[in-house]
């Protein structure tokens, strides 16, 4: 095979790390991004990597599976890690980044790469010669799904996802909220929780589950993603689901009271600045004025300006065990491999960890070289292992977790135990890896 450029279509955080993987190894990139060219629903600029939902990468904890991958990315030199450890902010135990930050950091780095040269345009069809990575992301144009469903045989799938509302910090009447991280974790005071008692709690409740929506069309009603519910269904689903999901109060002791509240609404900081706060599990498809009138019932939200409301986009996926390899390759044609929502993960790091590694083994396959996969027992080849050998029937994307791991032998029962072993074993077997040449 050639040393033809490789093709990567899409500028998210799969494609900008595909592409950053493959020029790192000495190849020629063609990446196109089709910014500001044509815009999508929940963009806001044209910079490489923007993140529309949260700003948070989760956990940095390697007890957790996402702290764990991020981990591995990291000895893997990857461009979102490097990004993603200059925006850092503030959040108690989870990652988060101040978006702009983020955004412009990968962005220099691709644009500035000697390898890559980035096209602002649109790819309505998969190139029919050499080898391309497609990772349009969860906006995939109607054209662009055409030409996959194509190639794959399969049928189109979608889900809908919502963003959460921003809140600037100086409209928060810190007078009703306190500071705090969930258990004292990070940095101690790393969140602001709007507190309610059950009365404020049961108005908001109340006034949440009767406001108007945006209207959806009858089949999409059903395709919500169970991780990123809007709070709406979620309020829908009984009185007290809210209390067990984004607005728990465990962990959390109003230093005024001395008492736990009856709910929380936690806010994150969004920026290095510190003047924008993201409401944490907050996605939504009320309408906008609705949203405003609901969500400043909540204490400390009174007067609350909102720099970007909740809003809900469609997301597009590939059913990935009836048509990828483990190694993210079509079955159809293996020059073509998919990464990101679109090759059926789930969140930022797991996207970008696709990416990667879709990176890695396109560079392989550029130079004539066996793909060797990345082992099973690490969290991003757990990851691929486990979107293309799960049952297909109800195939929906998944996060990183460490139930998909392949067990311990001999298996352990404490939990923590396990996950630390978990861990160790994972980076083990992917310095081995990285030793053995899997990599290069």
Known sequence: MGREPITVVGGGLAGSEAAWQIAQRGLQ???YEMRPARQTPAHATDRLAELVCSNSFRSASLSNAVGLIKEEMRRLDSLTM???DAARVPAGDAHAVDRAV??????????????VRIHRAEITEIPDRGIVIVATGPLTSEALSRSIAALTGADRLYYFDAISPIVEADSIDLDRVFRASRY???????????PLDQTEYRRFH???IGAELIEVHQ???RLCFEGCLPIEVMARRGLDTLRFGPMKPVGLIDPRSG????AVVQLRQDNLAADLYSMVGFQTRLRWPEQKRVLRLIPGLENAHFVRLGQMHRNTYLNAPTVLFPSYQSRKRETVLFAGVLSGVEGYVESASSGLLAGIYASRLARGLEIQLVPATTAMGAMAHYITHTRPEHFQPSNVIFGIFPPLDPPVSDKRERRRRLAERALDELERWIRDGGSG
Request: hydrophobic share 35%; aromatic share 8%; with cysteine.
């Open 259 to 262: 008492r736990r509240p009856h």
């Open 184 to 194: 004292g974790k990070g940095g101690g005071e790393d969140y602001l929780n709007c």
């Open 219 to 221: 089949f999409e009603e």
């Open 102 to 115: 983020f955004a412009a950091a990968v962005t220099q780095a691709l644009s500035t790469h000697p390898r």
């Open 206 to 208: 109340q006034a949440l």
């Open 29 to 31: 990139i063609e990446l």
């Open 82 to 84: 490097r990004a993603a």
